[in-house]
């Protein structure tokens, strides 16, 4: 039976990581001199601008894989189109590993504190919320870092292959959401992925409990 509880727990969580990953392409191209998501209405924090659909009832099942509508970006206006447009890949992975490392100090605070507004305790739930924060924000990142076109790893790796080949690479795109599916019915995705988060998630905690002095 699905814990409609944990839903409610869920959501939140899953529209800040998906909001947060496609605000920091979008600004990051900006920055960078592309006016394209600024002037397509995408440099927001709203989560209603971002959202796909699948992509996010794909992230509320697997808690790990998922996406939202791309940022437009434009690489002609890039100085350097092959290198910004890899920084620009890059920045929506780096937002979730920097949330996910947020959460992870939030889960230390409220695990070890019995913290309640008047007969309310607080603290459990919190708790809960901050440890799913880090393993959807970790999956995430770890999920749009796989080199695969059209995920973001794929515009990050291509600055690195030989000029000659790079155009042809990025053609995967149009069958890249097919390799993913294949490797999703497969099991392979997951075998890789989970075992990969586990190990991630309990690295980041324990590293986030160490005191800092």
Known sequence: MFDFKFLIL???????????????HGFTAYLLGDPTPKREGRLTLNPLKHLDIFGTLTLIITQAIGWAKPIPINPNYFKNPWRDMAI???????SNL?????????YHFFD????????????????????????????????NFLP???????????????????????????????????????????KTLYPLLKFLSELLLYYTSLPFY
């Open 10 to 24: 869920l959501i939140p969580i899953l529209l800040l990581a998906l909001t947060i990953h496609e605000f920091a």
């Open 88 to 94: 620009t890949s890059s920045a929506g992975p780096l």
């Open 98 to 106: 920097l949330l996910a490392t947020l959460f992870a100090f939030l």
């Open 112 to 143: 070890t504190r019995d913290l309640s507004l008047g007969a309310l305790k607080i603290s459990e739930p919190m708790a809960i919320i901050s440890y799913i924060g880090v393993r959807i924000n970790l999956g995430l990142a770890i999920f």
């Open 148 to 190: 695969i076109p059209p995920l973001d790893g794929s515009k990050v790796i291509v600055k690195f292959l030989p000029p000659s080949i790079r155009e042809d690479f990025l053609r995967l795109e149009m069958v890249g959401f097919l390799i993913i599916l294949f490797l999703a019915l497969t099991g392979i995705l997951g």
